[in-house]
């Protein structure tokens, strides 16, 4: 397995950690932020991070990988990859996740569910429920990083290449904005 000091070693070659003002998706403002898409440009890095993710699950029977698109589908490729299993992904649609592009599950498959970060592990229990809706189980939850630091809990085993937390604030009360620093707002969705 990979070491801690390995991996942000590789997350710090791949400007992964950034640091400035920036609005979450949640709404929170944060003095950093990880933008783990980066390290996905780099196919030697990925897989060396998800091969390390699989192993955590080995032994374990999983038909396939599940992941949120966008952030999730290599992750879930290349760990299904290293399980030798498939790999799937859901969308939105109409505002909820689902499967589509003739996707799907079997009922009673065991399905390990991936995805590249969670803070508050929203996109992750909308996958669950995705899942779970086709009769299927969810036997585990795998993420390259937990920016909760290990206080969102999916009710199955969830392993994290590395557990952060991050300082966040509600808007009214970050001291950024108090210092008139311009707000950036990185992530996928608007």
């Known amino acids: ?15 992964v950690l950034r640091e400035g003002h920036f609005r979450l998706t949640s709404g929170k403002h944060s003095r ?56 799937l992904f859901t969308e939105r649609e109409d505002g909820k996740m689902t499967f589509r592009r003739g996707f799907d599950l079997e009922e009673d498959e065991n399905v390990l569910v991936v995805e590249d970060v969670i803070t508050t592990g929203g996109s992750v229990f909308e996958v669950i429920d995705a ?17 909760s630091a290990g206080k969102v809990h999916f009710g199955v085993k969830k392993e994290s290449l590395i557990s952060i937390e991050i300082e966040t604030w509600e808007p009214e009360e970050c001291p950024l904005c108090k210092e008139g620093i311009p707000i950036v707002k990185p992530g996928s969705r608007k």
């Not at 760990?79 to 030798?84: H, N």
């Not at 809706?133 to 993420?143: S, Y």
């Open 1 to 15: 397995m990979l070491e801690e000091k390995e991996i942000l070693e590789i997350f710090r070659e791949t400007k």
């Open 32 to 87: 950093k932020y990880m933008q783990c898409a980066q390290v996905l440009q780099y196919p030697k890095f990925t897989e060396r991070l998800c091969e390390d993710l699989a192993r955590r699950f080995k032994g374990q029977e999983i038909h396939a990988v599940v992941a949120p698109a966008i952030g999730g589908i290599i992750v879930a490729y290349e760990v299904a990859k290293a399980l030798g299993v498939r790999a």
């Open 131 to 147: 899942v779970k809706e086709r009769g299927a189980n969810v036997c585990g939850v795998g993420v390259l990083v937990d920016r």
